[in-house]
C-alpha cells in the first residue's frame, strides 16, 4: 500500500534541511523575496525557488506575486501543531529522566 | 561539497514519518521492546528495527540489551532544542499575523 505524505509528514521532512531553518528563521523577521533569501546563502535563484516550493508545499510558507518579484512569507499557526506535539514529547522525556534518577 | 546530515537534520528527518511518531508517543508513556512497539502496527520486527534504528541515528531513541530483547526508552532531552526552536517560529507566525491584521 503506496502512503502519501501528510502535510505532517511535508512539514518535519522540510525542517530536516539547514538551509530551509535558517530561510524559517529569515522570514520569522517579516517578508523577503526569493532573491533576497538566496544572497546571503551565496545561492543561485532557481536553488533557493525549490526549498521555497518545498516549504509552500508544507504549508510552512506563502508566496505572492508583488511585480516581477515573488514575496515569502511565514504562514501564520503552521508551527502551532508541531510545536504542541514536540512539547509533550519533550515533557514525556523529562518525566523519562526522573524515572531513571529515582531507580 | 556534500554536507552530510547534522543531528538536528536526521532529528526532523526521523520525524516525518507516521509510524516513527507513533512509536515516539508509544516510548512517551514508558519503554518498550521491538516486539511490543512492532505488535500494534501489525508491523515486521525487521520493518521495525529499521525505524527504530532511524531513531537512534538521530539520537531520539536509545535502546538497550535485556536478555534476548531489545528495550527502546526515549532520550532525555532529546526533544528540548527543536521545541525551543519551533516555539520561537511559531512566535514569529503570530507576529506576522497580527502584522497583516493590521494593515
Redesign the interface.
Known sequence: MV?Y??T???A??A????TR?AV??R?????ATISELAEPFGMSLTGMKKHVRLLEEADLVTTEKVGRARRC????????G??I??????R??????RT?GAR
Chains 1, 2 share one sequence.
Not at 506535539?85 to 519533550?90: H, P, T
Not at 514525556?92 to 529522566?97: D, Y
Open positions: 502512503q505524505p501528510s505532517v509528514d511535508r518535519f521532512a525542517l530536516a534541511d539547514p531553518r524559517l528563521e522570514l520569522g523577521s517579516g517578508s512569507m511565514l504562514v501564520p499557526r503552521a508551527f502551532e508541531m510545536t506535539w514536540l512539547q509533550r514529547l519533550d514525556f522525556g523529562r518525566v523519562v529522566e531513571k
